[in-house]
């Protein structure tokens, strides 16, 4: 992909092994020790959708592991082609530079609609024509070390809403010349659950899919006890905030800290597109929840809406459980929230 791996596939919610890690993707090949004989573990990362990308799988058949991985990267790689804002030859690039998109992928289709449904459910706090937004922001600090004025962000302002997303059929239309669709908060995860899905169809029990951090598991480890997820602590280069276990489901986390325009992360690639700036209240919100997607849009929403919305919002929906941390790191939890364990 086109754009450089940011500091976020390293210091994000992180599937480790027996041990804490140093840091985020870099320990993914450590994450299983003292093996059981009859299991073998194989594991490859790869650099797509502007993150890095790695897919573990615990098997009996060397060879067979070896190419069920190279075939679903094969259709990351695919999905990629359609979703990534970075690939300028993708879908979604040729709707963002035309304003119009005819006899659009289902798969690009899906994405916008359940982008629609979060963007509906969280009043407006996920919205993936927040594009022109962070692409201001992104130009504004790189030029010139600065925000951009008021005057600047209330022209982009003027390009955000969901609303102005028009879906008939297979064809997609933008309402305003320049608005752009970001799909990061929603499409890695898509593509991280349809890996998995992919996995689970070459009958493969044990996975992990990661990508940037958003990751999604079933099965258990090559020793037979739960994955371990580090959450990251978002003020410390290495470490982690929390250790949990999991065997199935889904894990996001977003924090200002991911892509930071300043060093006290008052401005980052998080930009609240009701407001036009940055979330003042959260440094970093970690959701657990059934699918990758829905981990994903959702921990990007409670970000935005901060500290009491967010936990509103989250309490309220089934299956899903979430930490939330501010910016002092000084945290809460849904009630269902599992207890970490010691680290």
């Known amino acids: 992909m086109k754009q450089s791996v940011t500091r976020r596939n390293f210091l994000r919610v992180t599937a480790i092994g027996t041990g804490i890690l140093v840091a985020g993707g870099i320990g993914i090949k450590q ?3 003292n093996s059981v004989p009859e299991f073998r573990r194989h594991s490859e990362t790869r650099e797509l959708l502007g993150t890095l990308i790695t897919i573990t799988l615990i098997d009996t058949d060397e060879s067979r592991a070896v190419n069920t991985v190279e075939s679903t990267f094969a259709e990351i790689e695919r999905l990629s082609g359609l979703l990534s804002r970075h690939d300028f030859s993708s879908e ?3 709707l963002n530079n035309d304003g119009r998109l005819i006899g659009a992928s289902s798969e ?9 449904y979060y963007a509906e459910l969280t009043g407006g706090a996920f919205d993936v024509t927040v594009g022109p937004l962070v692409d201001l922001y992104s130009a504004h600090f790189a030029r010139y070390h600065a925000p951009p004025d008021a005057t600047a962000v209330a022209g982009a302002q003027q390009l955000v809403d969901y609303r102005m997303i028009t879906i008939k059929g297979s064809d ?3 309402a305003k010349p320049g608005m752009g669709i970001t799909l990061d908060g929603i499409g890695k995860g898509y593509v991280v659950d349809q890996a998995v899905a992919l996995l689970k169809a070459r009958g493969m029990a044990r996975v992990l899919v990661e990508a940037g951090g958003d990751l999604a598991l079933r099965g258990l480890r090559q020793d037979g006890h739960p994955w371990r997820v580090g959450i990251h602590h978002p003020r410390a280069l290495s470490g982690y905030y929390q250790v949990l276990e999991q065997s199935s489901g889904a894990v996001a986390t977003s924090g200002d ?7 006290d992360f008052r401005y980052h690639h998080i930009v609240d597109p009701r407001t036009g700036s940055s979330p003042m209240g959260l440094s970093s919100v970690t959701v657990l929840a059934g699918d990758a997607a829905s981990a994903d849009a959702l921990s990007t929403a409670a970000l935005v809406l901060g500290m009491t919305e967010g936990l509103k919002l989250l309490e309220q929906l089934p299956g899903v459980e979430a930490l939330l941390m501010d910016k002092q790191v000084m ?5 269902g929230f599992p207890v970490p364990i010691a680290q």
């Not at 690009?108 to 629609?116: D, G, P, T």
């Not at 800290?257 to 060093?263: H, P, R, V």
């Open 31 to 33: 994450l299983l020790s």
């Open 92 to 94: 979604l690039s040729h």
């Open 108 to 116: 690009l289709i899906s994405v916008l609609k359940r982008a629609r």
């Open 172 to 174: 997609v239309t933008l």
């Open 257 to 263: 800290y991911e892509a930071a325009f300043t060093a």
């Open 331 to 335: 945290s809460r939890a849904t009630s």
